[in-house]
Structures are given as structure tokens and as C-alpha cells.
Nanobody
Framework: VQLQASGGGSVQAGGSLGLSCAAS??????????MGWYRQAPGKQRELVAK???????LYGDFVKGRFTISRDIRKNTLYLEMTGLNSEDTAVYYC?????????WGKGTQVTVSS
């Protein structure tokens, strides 16, 4: 399984960005594993942003407060994260994550920078 994240960039505070994570190597993997987004800011631990759980419900980090939406496209085998109302504290490297059959997979991160 390979995860390829894209869509990061720079935006001003209050703006929006969308991230994508294309999964390859296994058909329909986006619904056959626990898949989501984590982020890591400089000097901080990696933290959960949003994920689909094993029963397909969604779980968001406390800091999200309704600003982000996670979604997936089974046909495209792609996970998405739509982010609105961004602030400087959202500046981080965002990672796509998959857990399946006892194995963790991580994509290369994509940088999100929010300027105030």
C-alpha cells in the first residue's frame, strides 16, 4: 500500500485548503481500513486531525471545532480533507494514515502554512 498526499500550500488566516490522499496497492483500501489525517507542527507531537473509524464513522481532533471535513471516494481510492477557517495554529505537516491488518502506513507529509 502506498499513500500519496497532495494539496498542501500557503494560505492566509481564515482561508481554506483541500488535501487529497491517493491510495494505491490495494483495491478499495479507503473503506477496508482505518484511514485518516494526522498533523505535526514544529516542536509538537503528531496529533489526529480526522479519521474514518472501522465502522465508517468519523472522528475529529478537538481543535477542529467543525472547521474540517473528511471524506473519501471509493472509486478513486482517495481520501480528502477540506479545511476552512484556517488559523496560524493549523500550520503543520499533514500526513495521510492507514491502519489495516495490524499494519500502519503513512504517506509523505504535505505542508500547510497559514499566515496571519
Amino acid at each position: 500500500v502506498q499513500l500519496q498526499a497532495s494539496g498542501g500550500g500557503s494560505v492566509q488566516a481564515g482561508g481554506s485548503l483541500g488535501l487529497s490522499c491517493a491510495a494505491s496497492g490495494s483495491r478499495s483500501i479507503v473503506v477496508r481500513g482505518v484511514m485518516g489525517w494526522y498533523r505535526q507542527a514544529p516542536g509538537k507531537q503528531r496529533e489526529l486531525v480526522a479519521k474514518f473509524t472501522a465502522d465508517s464513522s468519523t472522528l475529529y481532533g478537538d481543535f477542529v471545532k467543525g472547521r474540517f471535513t473528511i471524506s473519501r471516494d471509493i472509486r478513486k481510492n482517495t481520501l480528502y480533507l477540506e479545511m476552512t477557517g484556517l488559523n496560524s495554529e493549523d500550520t503543520a505537516v499533514y500526513y495521510c494514515y492507514l491502519h489495516k491488518s495490524g499494519v500502519d502506513y503513512w504517506g509523505k507529509g504535505t505542508q500547510v502554512t497559514v499566515s496571519s
